[in-house]
């Protein structure tokens, strides 16, 4: 059983334009997120995190939502570039900071954000 | 500064036969583990490793053994290999949980490894 979903296989945005990338999970144990983006070939790389204690993170021209009522949370990509066009997981820790969750992430399946200039 | 480093990148293995991927970081990392991805499924943790000398199961650990003999080093062993173990495996690293850095994982580039 899938703890972290993203149901869209696939995005595409005009550049410029807002990508909206969106998770769902089911462990309510689940009180770290993190956004991660790769590239063909390229392992994946860090781009976001938030703690359950905030419902926003923000740096740069990305920002996570978490609403932990409705165990969501989105990734928000203002303005797109062609050069954001990627594989973007997202993904979930038990335990948080301190905690004994020895950092394990449970991935969500994967988006393809397309980007076009 | 490399990071972590995978090797080898590629490998093509008949059913039955044995193999080891080997991971390196250089930034003295605590934490290790091993990934495999699939299509549709995302990243899915093998095993994992909080320090030299240990180790533990993931979520698909069966078909799969792991050492961590050295500290910056953590080998992921097929004994005999399956078809079903066609996939493309990460390798990965953090710091110990606590304090401001929670979570990140560092990644290497992958090995794709086909399994006939």
């Known amino acids: 059983d899938q703890q972290v979903k993203q149901n869209s296989p696939s995005l595409s945005v005009q550049e410029g334009r807002i990508s909206i990338l969106n998770c769902d999970y089911t462990?309510?144990?689940?009180?770290?997120f993190l956004w991660y983006k790769k590239y063909p070939a390229e392992g994946p790389t860090f781009l976001i995190s938030i703690s359950s204690i905030k419902d926003k993170n923000e740096d740069g021209r990305f920002t996570v939502f978490l609403n932990k009522s409705a165990k969501h949370l989105s990734l928000h990509i203002v303005p797109s570039q062609p050069g954001d066009s990627a594989v973007y997981f997202c993904a979930a820790s038990e335990g948080g900071a301190g905690g004994t969750s020895y950092g394990k992430l449970t991935f969500g399946q994967g988006t393809i954000l397309t980007v076009h200039p | 500064n490399a990071g972590v480093t995978q090797t080898p990148k590629f490998r093509v293995l008949k059913t039955g036969q044995s193999m080891t991927l080997l991971c390196a970081q250089d930034?003295?990392?605590?934490?290790m583990y091993w990934y495999r991805q699939d299509p549709g499924m995302g990243l899915r943790l093998i095993h994992y490793s909080v320090g030299e000398g240990t180790t533990a199961k993931g979520e698909v650990p069966d078909g799969y053994n792991v050492s961590r003999l050295k500290k910056q080093n953590f080998l992921l062993g097929l004994e005999s290999a399956a078809p079903s173990q066609t996939s493309v495996y990460f390798c990965?690293?953090?710091?110990?949980?606590?304090?401001?850095?929670?979570?990140?994982?560092?990644f290497g580039e992958g090995s794709r490894l086909t399994v006939l």
């Open positions: 930034m003295n990392h605590e934490y």
């Open positions: 990965a690293s953090s710091y110990s949980t606590g304090g401001v850095r929670t979570g990140e994982l560092f």
């Open positions: 462990n309510s144990m689940f009180d770290y």
